[in-house]
């Protein structure tokens, strides 16, 4: 059964910084591509951000990029996702995703979602 516990997030001013972790178990975590998504109550997922089984490939979504940076550790089993100059329109829920394979990147809805995710949270 797949288990993803998220932690890290909170309440940041605009400009800030905060960084997301995942824990994950239940499965091989080093042969599956890693992504982390989010919601906005009333809206549909957005897929923010991904990595590949080995860590050798990201990729981010439009809106995030060069303020984002993810990263994993297949020893520790963790994948996180740090934030830089946060906006406003980054307050979401966060959640960590497993995908389907060892890719950096796949449909949102191919993904596992085992986690209650975090809360990102950007005002002043």
């Known amino acids: 059964q797949v288990q993803l516990v998220e932690s890290g997030g909170g309440l940041a001013q605009p400009g800030g910084s905060l960084r997301l972790s995942c824990a994950a178990s239940g499965f091989t975590f080093s042969s599956y591509g890693m992504s982390w998504a989010r919601q906005v109550p009333g809206k549909p997922f957005e897929w923010v951000s991904g990595?590949?089984?080995?860590?050798?490939?990201?990729d981010y979504a439009d809106s995030v990029k060069g303020r984002f940076t993810i990263s994993r550790d297949n020893a520790k089993k963790t994948v996180d996702l740090q934030m830089w100059s946060l906006k406003p329109e980054d307050t979401a829920h966060y959640y960590c995703?497993?995908?389907?394979?060892?890719?950096?990147?796949?449909?949102?809805?191919?993904?596992?979602?085992g986690g209650q995710g975090t809360q990102v949270t950007v005002s002043s």
């Open positions: 995703a497993k995908g389907p394979g060892g890719g950096r990147r796949y449909s949102i809805l191919e993904y596992s979602y």
């Open positions: 990595i590949s089984s080995d860590g050798s490939d990201t």
